[in-house]
């Protein structure tokens, strides 16, 4: 299968490489520091499972047209990369969002009807150029969006276990997003915040109890707008953080390099949609708000 990694950043490039270990026709679109060192000497992934690949790295889109383009950029990107990317995607091309965040998916859905969700629970972090840590093996779960699992998905679903990503279909990706989004509006801001890996949320019991308080805001928004969840946030959280213990989270790694985060797709999107229903979430604007001005120190 011809792939396009749009947004090689650590979870993208843990997914290039596992695929092109397989044989699968991967091109990374990446940061041009990244690219340069993966054309160089090979993408390197360490930590869980050690092995270098050598798929090629582009800084942009190719012009023809892959099978399959897993989008795993920024949310606050994603309207960006899919505008680049429009030349590239053809009548059957389809277009998978791994990413954090609500909204990626309706973004994807105007250029084609083509369109997966997914989920997962993995754990990377770029250690430096060309080399990406694989610190949580975890579930990625995909499925059409919003609902339903096409031929399509169904052969992804196998390529990606092939390639030693378990990978499981649901029918109902929407509900799993959604999971999703509130426990990383939990881990997320506060592993950011306190600057701690994740295992540290699940060891001290104040953390863990505002990281519980937190997911509960959320699901309360969720089932006022009539999501049905596959998997309960709450259980999500635990599972998430045990299988995660060693990493800090992709929040934590955006302040640190100066960078924008997702906060305003996570915790945000949950702010937002509580109030199209009525729903005040002071715990989550509490985190949005530290997390907003960590990212802006100056601000006075």
């Known amino acids: 299968m011809k792939i ?36 160089r000497n090979g993408l390197k992934i360490v930590g869980i499972e050690e092995f270098t690949v050598y798929p090629e790295a582009l800084t942009h889109m190719p012009s023809d047209s892959p099978d399959l383009i897993i989008l795993s950029t920024k949310s606050h990107s994603t309207a960006y990369a899919l505008e680049c990317a429009r030349e590239s995607i053809g009548k059957n091309t389809w277009i998978l969002s791994i990413q954090n965040g609500l909204g990626n998916e309706e973004e994807a859905l105007r250029y084609t009807k083509n369109v997966l969700g997914g989920i997962t629970t993995n754990g990377a972090m770029i250690e430096r150029w060309g080399v990406v840590r694989w610190v949580g093996r975890g579930i990625t779960i995909i499925g059409d969006y919003p609902s339903g699992i096409s031929p399509f998905t169904a052969e992804l ?14 029918e109902n990706i929407e509900g799993w997003k959604w999971s999703k989004v509130i426990v990383n509006s939990a881990i997320n801001p506060i592993g950011a915040i306190m600057e701690v890996e994740n295992g540290k949320i699940l060891e001290n019991e104040y953390l863990l109890k505002l990281a519980k308080e937190v997911v509960k805001e959320g699901c309360q928004v969720a089932t ?29 790694q955006d302040i640190r390099r100066k ?5 305003d797709f996570i915790n945000g999107k949950i702010i937002e949609y509580g109030r199209e229903v009525g729903l005040e979430v002071p715990l989550n604007f509490a985190l949005w708000s530290l997390v907003k001005a960590k990212e802006n120190p100056q601000t006075k």
Not at 227 to 241: A, G
Not at 259 to 263: G, L, R, S
């Open 157 to 170: 679903i196998e390529i990606f276990n092939k390639a030693g990503l378990k990978t499981e279909p649901s």
């Open 224 to 252: 006022q707008l009539g999501v049905k969840f596959e998997k309960h946030p709450m259980e999500l959280l635990i599972e998430t953080l045990e299988q995660t213990r060693e990493n800090y989270n992709s929040m934590l």
């Open 4 to 39: 396009y990694i749009l947004g090689a950043g650590s979870i993208g490039s843990l997914f290039g490489a596992l695929l092109s270990r397989v044989g699968e026709d991967v091109i990374l679109i990446g940061r041009e520091e990244h690219v340069k060192e993966i054309n």
């Open 259 to 263: 960078k924008k985060t997702e906060v």
